[in-house]
């Protein structure tokens, strides 16, 4: 059995977090081994925003670039020698952009190509030996994946495990478990306890495979729409219950905003806005949280914003 600092990676029977000596947690912090994938973004990167052995999430509204996102930081990671498990809802795509009917963007493996070839030397597409793709079309996929993972499952060279979408997950399967013979007022209840047991458990679990693994494990979530007394209706995550929040270490948002009030003359822009970073909470007026981004067909670049 494998471990790391003398723990064992059974997930089974791991009851707490791996306890790390002052002098090991030391040495580590000294060595060479990047403690982070770099996303292309000097702000974030500065940050060491995604970081190995913890679990961040990234969420925003459709078309926003979540999946693209997700890509980058899978091509920065495998150039830089580190091995990739994306979990995702669709199959793997071969060759151009597909929207499934639900919405979700399928990861397109000739776009990977083309992103981790962009800054080779010889020009020419290297192999995505250290790239591992499961489809998990039920949580119940993705917890026997990642809750409980084999041997084989998670390579040993894993540096990322991406997954892509568990609010959509969560949401379908716990959904579809609920008894809908009940009282409307029972059935709300049902639904929102076996929700909270759902995340509780995976966030755990995931916890525990990121620390043992000195793994970054990223996870794509939507949005929601919720209505505020002040503010009137405001995109939050589709994830959003409290034991999520308290778990999460690191939080980023991914959003659009137009620079004109012209519809048809107005230029959108992409921003990534760090809300939370090592458990402590960024305020939303913290410039040096937000940089401004914008995608192209094959890669994912780093925009200066100027403020007014």
């Known amino acids: 059995m494998d471990t790391i600092h003398g723990s064992s990676l059974d997930l089974s029977s791991i009851h707490r977090l791996p306890t790390v000596s ?3 947690a030391l040495e580590d912090f000294e060595g060479t081994q990047n403690h982070h994938i770099s996303t292309g973004l000097p702000v974030l990167d500065a940050s060491n925003g995604i970081q190995k052995g913890s679990v961040t999430e990234i969420w925003g509204p ?20 580190g091995g990739v498990v994306w979990s995702g809802l669709g199959s793997l795509l071969w060759s151009g952009t597909y929207t499934d009917a639900d919405g979700f963007h399928r990861m397109s493996i000739e776009r990977l190509h083309q992103v981790v070839d962009l800054n080779s030397e010889d020009g020419q597409i290297q192999p995505l030996d250290k790239f591992v793709h499961y489809s998990c079309p039920t949580l119940v996929h993705l917890i026997a994946l990642l809750c409980r993972p084999t041997a ?9 495990i991406v997954v892509d979408s568990l609010s959509a997950l969560v949401n379908h399967d716990v959904l579809k478990n609920t008894d809908l013979r009940q009282a409307p007022q029972t059935k709300h209840k049902d639904t929102r306890e076996r929700r909270i047991q759902a995340l509780h458990y995976i966030l ?5 495979l990121a620390a043992t693994r000195d793994v970054a494990i990223v996870i794509l979530t939507q949005c929601a729409t919720k209505m505020q007394a002040e503010r009137g209706a405001t995109l939050v995550p589709a994830i959003n ?14 959003f659009r905003d137009r620079l004109q009030n012209d519809f048809e003359t107005s230029t959108a822009l992409r921003f990534a806005f760090i809300q939370k970073l090592n ?30």
């Open 62 to 81: 459709p078309g926003v670039g979540k999946t693209a996102f997700g890509i980058q930081l899978t091509a920065n990671c495998l150039r830089e020698g």
């Open 241 to 254: 219950a409290s034991v999520w929040r308290q778990g999460i270490v690191s939080r980023i948002a991914l």
């Open 22 to 24: 002052a002098a090991q």
């Open 204 to 208: 755990s679990n995931l916890q525990k």
């Open 152 to 160: 084989s499952c998670i390579p040993e060279w894993t540096s990322l």
């Open 279 to 308: 458990g402590v909470d960024k305020h939303a007026d913290d410039a040096a949280a937000l940089c401004g981004f914008h995608i192209e067909a094959v890669c994912f670049f780093d925009r200066s914003v100027v403020w007014v």
